[in-house]
């Protein structure tokens, strides 16, 4: 099992990135999925999940409103659409099964909001 994360970078405050996260080695369209992010200092925090078909969501607060989750069963992809970026917002993003059972964290990709 692997998960491999992309799309981070450096972003102004109010910019937006879309992550991307490819998944391997289990049914990807059977499991749930959620994105994590890790800021220096800081325990790593829910952000958002999506159910196994993503007929479903749920996003953490500091994700309301800004973030958009998604997932392609085709191309095994989790996607995480950030719009009106925060300097707060400035972490390493992880995604995972839901459950944590499956696999170990992958590499992340570092997120930062700053002008």
């Known amino acids: 099992v692997q998960f491999v994360e992309s799309g981070g970078g450096l972003v102004q405050p109010g910019g937006s990135l879309r992550l991307s996260c490819a998944a391997s080695?289990?049914?990807?369209?059977?499991?749930?999925m959620s994105w994590y992010r890790q800021a220096p200092g800081k325990a790593r925090e829910l952000v958002a999940t999506?159910?196994?078909?993503?007929?479903?969501?749920h996003y953490e607060d500091s994700a309301k409103d800004r973030f958009t989750i998604s997932r392609d069963n085709v191309k095994n992809t989790l996607y995480l659409q950030m719009n009106s970026l925060k300097p707060e917002d400035t972490a390493v993003y992880y995604c995972?099964?839901?459950?944590?059972?499956?696999?170990?964290w992958g590499q992340g990709t570092q997120v930062t909001v700053s002008s």
């Open positions: 995972r099964e839901t459950s944590g059972y499956l696999g170990s």
């Open positions: 080695g289990f049914t990807f369209s059977r499991y749930f």
């Open positions: 999506i159910d196994n078909l993503g007929d479903s969501t």
